[in-house]
């Protein structure tokens, strides 16, 4: 009867260790990560000015916008700078579903990109934030091409392969099944020793014990 379970070509014994272009797009997402940081401050700096300051008519109230915009703007970067290191932490585990979902995060990243630069056209102050976009935006590229080159393509297969080996292939040598014996029955020998039969083997010149052929009788 064939295995109906496929059989992964990797079977290594130990970690799956990514190539060079695998641990470079590593280092450029740990890279866009804490830009996404510098990049929440900055935009929740400029953001008061080119926004908030026209609407505010005395200082308490200018303040009062200035903390919030850089709070919002702190919590942005921080929900970056989680996607960031989130899609770091599987692409270095081999998923290939994070280099796909990275790809879709970059698409976005090129509309925001694009606004960024509708917006420092419009807004002096919106400059310094469109050059610390542009070089996260840089940084996501070179990842991306990274992420997609053949060798991290052959990477993310066999790290496929490698976890259908964990879940199909048992452990070698195998372990008996430790299942409950079925009543009546004696239990099962472990493997690599011989069955024993009922009662102990007779000494020599001595009858058989329990199961020999009974004698009829005179």
């Not at 290939?96 to 917006?119: E, H, M, P």
């Amino acid at each position: 009867m064939a295995n109906q379970y496929p059989q992964p070509a990797w079977s290594g014994p130990g970690p799956l260790i990514p190539p060079e272009a695998v641990k470079r797009a590593v280092v450029l997402i740990f890279s866009g990560a804490a830009l996404a940081i510098v990049y929440g401050v900055v935009d929740g700096l400029t953001a008061h000015n080119t926004v908030f300051y026209s609407y505010s008519s005395s200082p308490s109230g200018t303040r009062v916008h200035q903390a919030n915009s850089l709070a919002s703007g702190i919590v942005a970067g921080i929900i970056q700078c989680l996607l960031w290191l989130w899609m770091a932490w599987k692409v270095k585990a081999g998923r290939s579903w994070a280099r796909v979902l990275s790809t879709v995060f970059f698409g976005i990243f090129c509309v925001a990109l694009l606004v960024g630069l509708i917006g420092a056209v419009a807004h002096s102050d919106a400059i310094l934030v469109f050059l610390i976009t542009l070089v996260e935006w840089g940084l996501g590229l070179a990842a991306i091409l990274a992420l997609w080159r053949p060798e991290s393509t052959q990477f993310f297969a066999l790290a496929q392969q490698a976890k259908l080996t964990n879940a199909y292939v048992p452990p070698y040598p195998s372990v008996p099944y430790p299942g409950p014996q079925a009543p009546g029955y004696p239990p099962q020998p472990q493997y690599g020793q011989p069955p024993q039969y009922g009662g102990q083997p007779p000494q020599y010149g001595q009858p058989p014990q329990g199961g020999g052929p009974q004698q009829p009788p005179s």
